[in-house]
């Protein structure tokens, strides 16, 4: 009987998963393509990422809900390496950009072995925010000549968001018209509360409606036309060009420039910015997880780092644990990781079955989703939100956003992180405190007892977490006594209470927080011992 009860609840499960597969590889398709093209790759190279994060990840990552793929979030570094290790030629470039990729994972398997997968946990949220609105805020001011068929002049992210109502101006009408369709489309759904407009990602209503338009104004072959007075040329150079097969896309690192400042410098952002994407992703997926399973970091890690290898090997993007995806796939009922196999599945199989099929989408279409998504990561929403938190959040986002706009992600991220050790100085956070937490830990009966002194900021986390290790149902309360730090910060506070909402069975309680003072009245802002 209970054989047949679980034969029953695992057809159920994979039914659940092929089904979310089915949805989240629609969704996917598109943006895989976008990505791909967005960071200097063959657009291809997008989906052969997502293939190998499904059917290979599947099996070695430990998070069950997340999908492996390639993010928005790296396209500033993957097209800065195509760049700048191409020197003008952007095949170059994206050969020695394989080999930077395969350096990269086999640092983020690295990073696994030696269980620092929670490099990400410690980031602090202010500056990772401002990491990602300046991301979003360079994929539109590249993506926007892009969607109305102008190559602009430009090449600096702040130069190109100077040159974009020139570009409006000489902007090529039909492409025009396709990318503002896809514009309203992709801001407009969202607001329609209909069913079918809940049923249908936006990415594949756009296509519904570019696609066949693209066909009417004839992109599939090169012509000239005129309109108002003005002559423009349309051909297949705006549609998304495949190679005729699929093991036609695959493509081999070229290892030449492997030890050159540049690659060096790449390798470690590709290795520090994926690993804090894919480490925040997963935590955001697991606290959206109807089960509340909590996931081993350094196992997922360890699968991406082994899926960006293979990638890499064979002409693929970099991956992470990719949250936008990932709710998708929980929004769609979800059970277990074959949802991420079966997205996989669907993507290798459409790609090598009818491939022609990709010729037809037109690169505005493309384009406006990645502006979607470069809004919302520099949605000004978020401004108000860091302002909400404290002036010194708003202060570190702000500046890792105008130092990665004037230089560069790492750069950006660096500025941010020495602007927070600067601020926790000015508030009397000792220098050995900085960088060693001393922790007393006792546990009494139900209680697990545990005082910090110095400071409670962002490098006290990972000893905290030490600390604490795994709670079991004995311990009823986490009793954190905070009454001899001089300062307690917003990435402690909030990584703790995120912590504590996946302990099942145990309360956290703060002691000695009425000695500090806000500097908001933020529930999680930052505080100091009052003078």
Known sequence: MSQKLWSAQTRSTLKDDFKSGFLVFLIALPLCLGIAMASGFPPVAGV???????????????????????????????????????????????KRALAVGVAAAALQILFALMRMASIGVVMSPSVVHGMLAAIGVIIVSKQAHTLVGVAPHAKGPLALLAEIPQSIVRANPEILILGFLSLIILFGLPYIRTKWAKAIPAPILVLAVTVPLGLVFGLDHPHDYWLLHGHFHVGPEYLVQLPGALINAIAFPDFSMLFSSASLKYIAMFSLVGTIESTLSVIAVDALDPAKDRSNLNKD????????????????????????????????GAKSSFSNFFHGVFLLLFVALVPQLLHEIPLSALAAMLIYTGFRLASPSQLVHIKQIGMDQLALFVTTLLVTLATDLLVGVASGIALKLILHYLRGVPLSSVFRT??????????????????????????????????????????????????????????????????????????????????????????????
């Open 48 to 94: 052969l990422t997502a293939i190998v994060g499904g059917v290979v990840v599947t099996f070695l990552g430990s998070s069950r809900l997340t999908i492996k793929g390639p993010a928005a979030g790296l396209i500033v570094v993957a097209l800065g390496c195509v760049q700048e290790l191409g020197g003008g030629d952007l095949h170059t470039g994206y």
């Open 301 to 332: 890690l360890l699968g991406v780092g082994v899926g960006n290898l293979i990638s890499a090997m064979i002409g693929g993007l970099p991956m992470i644990s990719e949250i936008v995806r990932s709710k998708a796939n929980i929004d769609a």
């Open 438 to 531: 001393r922790i007393e830990s006792k546990q009494e009966g139900s209680d697990l007892e545990i005082k910090m002194y110095g400071a409670a900021i962002f490098t006290s986390l990972l000893p905290l977490t030490r600390a604490i290790g795994e709670l079991g149902p004995a311990t009823k309360r986490v009793l954190l006594d905070l009454s001899e730090v001089a300062v307690v910060d917003h990435t402690f506070l909030s990584r703790l209470h995120g912590m504590a909402a996946e302990w099942p069975h145990t309360e956290l309680v703060l002691v000695g927080m009425d000695k500090l003072q806000a500097t908001s009245s933020h529930a999680l802002a930052t505080r100091r011992k009052q003078k």
